[in-house]
């Protein structure tokens, strides 16, 4: 890790195996990050989802600059509900994920409990997502995570609009690098578009 002396905590999401970390480096679970955040008041804090399997040098990166983060890339061996959960959540793209990402407490005043925030891409952050949910298990958690989108950024009076949300996620999810997936990804974004009006609707966050 760049930084020497400094403090490292890793705040796993999840009840699965977590990197690989030197003795200097504390690990603790955490049920959200919020609560990870809450937790830890210095030093670098840096979340982990226990899905992704992180390379030799995923510690070194921690720490490096004030919000650093790695890309989510596919596993081996996916069945096809492995694979919407992969397209759907995140269909190769470039950008940061909430559950790998690093803070420095001294240069981020707060967080985004859903988003991981505009940070620095380094590649020895990269990871694999190695476990999936079955689909059913998915789709309650895709349900859960909408609604408290839906009760932190849509306003009631747009909560009707989510209609439109499954064509917003057909056109912005790239199901068609995995065909077969569609069906699912169909499924998904109905799901999200009635949690994110329910969560509107309602106005208060899932614990």
């Known amino acids: 890790?760049?930084?020497?002396?400094?403090?490292?905590?890793?705040?796993?999401?999840?009840?699965?195996?977590?990197p690989i970390l030197s003795p200097t480096a504390q690990a603790v679970r955490v049920a959200s990050r919020e609560a990870g955040w809450a937790a830890v008041q210095g030093g670098v804090l840096a979340f982990f989802d226990t899905r992704y399997e992180a390379g030799a040098e995923w510690e070194s990166a921690l720490g490096s600059s004030g919000t650093v983060g790695g890309y989510v890339w596919p596993g081996a061996g996916y069945g096809w509900s492995a694979w919407v959960y992969y397209v759907v959540e995140y269909g190769w793209a470039r950008r940061l994920a909430a559950g790998n990402v690093a803070y420095q407490r001294e240069a981020v005043s707060s967080i985004d409990p859903l988003l991981p925030g505009e940070g620095v891409h380094d590649p020895r952050m990269d990871v694999r997502l190695a476990r999936t949910p079955a689909f059913g298990e998915y789709l309650r958690e895709r349900f859960s995570y909408s609604w408290n989108w839906g009760a932190l950024r849509v306003r009631p009076a747009a909560a009707l609009l989510r209609v439109l949300l499954p064509v917003l996620v057909l056109a912005r999810v790239p199901w068609w690098r995995r065909p077969l997936t569609l069906p699912g990804v169909v499924i998904v974004s109905v799901v999200m578009a009635w949690g994110e009006a329910m969560g509107s609707l309602n106005g208060k966050v899932k614990s």
């Open 1 to 18: 890790m760049e930084g020497g002396s400094v403090r490292v905590t890793v705040a796993l999401l999840g009840s699965g195996p977590g």
